[in-house]
């Protein structure tokens, strides 16, 4: 069929045609929002799932949910290379500058531009000038001590004062929060903590890889109790199908039953990898039907974008001996492995190659669901590793 009118929307962030699955957060989320507008208190949100789940369309949503609430609001993707504060400065900046436009001369809007001034002298973070000038006076013993955690608390609570007095809020999104380090993370908590405590109205509302539920207990302890983390993952059999057959029905096409069954035994449930077959089964179907045929025909196609996109992009960030650690555990099949398991396998001491591991989690290409534990956040990675590197053995045990 023609692809110009082709549904489905495999993609990074890209909304589906259909959201599936996730009406029950949505709910969640809206109640939150409903909550902090109305000044009661809200959890925030620290969504996880695997890569591919649809974390970054959860949050595109929320993100429009917020709005129409009226909420002032930033999205922000954390990085391996970027700290918090320089992420997150040039949005606080542009909140700030909302604010103060939104009514007549207030007095804590103005003392929250000062202290973002001061914040930015106690850290001593550079910026371009024309990014962040900003017109005043720092605000001298606030937020200026050079402790990230006293400070980020200080501006934390001085915008929310801010959004207070012109009556409205603030969600913070946060999308792959996994990348920030411990200090940062820590930084946030305890700032979102002090804007709790003081019933600010500032929301978190961010997502990432499974770790992020040990990161963040980590960091704070308190963290558990002050937000909700909900996990993403594949879809139940009924929504995968509604995924694919919905978005079809809605132009007339039909999908049969023994197409979504060869659907889901490619795809799994993931949403991105449904996506993708839909996708190419669109592209490949002679006519307004959709059969097991089709998806025959669509299979190799689907599956070389996958390998080509989502998974080859992260292959391709990896150095020859990760490779080789992955390749070793995809060599012990699907599933959570023991990281003595794994170095087992490679015939080398655990301790040889923790490093490695400490490095791939870095990295967000595995993760640790357990002490010790180790699996990939990339559904059906251990596959595609067989496939790109189908000649690989371990190495012999004399070495
Ligand atoms: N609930 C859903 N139902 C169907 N498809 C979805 C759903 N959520 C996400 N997708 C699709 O999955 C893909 C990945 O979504 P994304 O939000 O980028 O995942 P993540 O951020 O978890 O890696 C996108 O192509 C998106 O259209
Ligand atoms: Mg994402």
């Given at each position: 069929m023609d692809p110009i009118h082709n549904p489905y929307a495999p993609g990074a962030g890209t909304p589906p045609p259909e959201l599936s699955g996730r009406q029950d957060l949505l709910e969640r989320v809206r109640i939150a929002i409903g909550r902090t507008r109305l000044g009661r208190p809200a959890k925030g949100f620290i969504a996880v799932g695997l890569r591919g789940v649809g974390?970054?369309?959860?949050?595109?949503?929320?993100?429009?949910?917020?709005?129409?609430?009226?909420?002032?609001?930033?999205?922000?993707?954390?990085?391996?290379?970027?700290?918090?504060a320089e992420l997150l400065v040039p949005h606080l900046r542009r909140l700030l500058l909302d604010l103060d436009r939104l009514g007549r001369l207030a007095a804590e809007v103005k003392r929250g531009l000062r202290v973002l001034k001061s914040f930015l002298?106690?850290?001593k973070i550079t910026y371009g000038e024309a990014e962040l000038a900003l017109d005043i006076d720092p605000e001298i013993g606030a937020a200026d001590s050079g402790s990230l955690e006293a400070d980020l608390s200080e501006l934390f609570a001085a915008i929310g004062r801010a959004a207070m007095v012109r009556e409205t809020q603030i969600a913070l999104f946060i999308d792959e929060i996994q990348y920030f380090g411990h200090r940062d993370l820590g930084a946030l908590i305890m700032a979102l903590h002090r804007c709790a405590q003081e019933r600010l109205p500032v929301l978190l509302i961010s997502a990432g890889l499974p770790q992020m539920v040990g990161l963040a207990g980590r960091a704070k302890s308190y963290a558990e109790r002050m937000?909700?983390?909900?996990?993403?993952?594949a879809l139940s059999r009924e929504d995968a199908d509604r995924a694919v057959a919905a978005p079809?029905?809605?132009?007339g096409v039909v999908v049969t039953p023994d197409a979504l069954d060869a659907i889901h035994s490619e795809a799994r449930g993931y949403p991105y990898f449904i996506q993708e077959w839909a996708y190419h089964a669109w592209n490949a179907a002679p006519g307004p039907r959709i059969d097991r045929e089709v998806i025959l025909v669509?299979?190799?196609?689907?599956?070389?974008?996958?390998?080509?996109?989502?998974?080859?992009?992260?292959?391709?960030?990896?150095?020859?001996?990760?490779?080789?650690?992955?390749?070793?555990?995809?060599?012990?099949?699907?599933?959570?492995?023991?990281?003595?398991?794994?170095?087992?396998?490679?015939?080398?001491?655990?301790?040889?190659v923790a490093p490695l591991r400490s490095g791939l989690i870095g990295k967000g290409m595995i993760y640790s669901p357990q002490h010790g534990e180790t699996a990939f956040t990339v559904p059906m990675f251990d596959d595609f590793l067989r496939r790109i590197m189908p000649d690989w053995a371990p190495p012999s045990a004399s070495r």
């Open positions: 974390k970054t369309v959860l949050l595109r949503e929320a993100l429009a949910m917020a709005t129409g609430e009226g909420f002032h609001t930033c999205f922000i993707e954390a990085h391996e290379q970027k700290r918090l002298s106690g850290l937000f909700e983390f909900p996990q993403l993952g079809a029905q809605a132009q669509a299979s190799p196609p689907a599956l070389k974008r996958l390998d080509e996109s989502f998974f080859r992009v992260r292959f391709d960030r990896l150095t020859p001996r990760e490779k080789h650690y992955l390749r070793a555990m995809a060599a012990l099949g699907p599933g959570t492995w023991r990281a003595g398991e794994i170095a087992e396998r490679l015939h080398v001491r655990p301790t040889s």
